[in-house]
């Protein structure tokens, strides 16, 4: 299923408050702007920056 197109529109990092963006593997919403990803666990976005890991360049 997936994180709806319509909730990609409206969550923003809560680091940075920036655009979140999914990952090829959707596996993880990425913001470009802090650099970090944040992992998706069973179609639920986990947006906590405690969670977030170091995005891989």
Known sequence: MG??????EIIAC?????????S???NFLICENC???YP???DIPIL??????PLDE
């Open 14 to 22: 809560p680091k940075c408050r920036g655009e979140l963006k999914l």
């Open 35 to 37: 650099k970090i990803k």
């Open 40 to 42: 998706i666990e069973d």
């Open 48 to 53: 906590l920056v405690d969670e977030a890991q």
């Open 24 to 26: 090829e593997d959707g």
């Open 3 to 8: 994180v709806p197109k319509e909730l990609l």
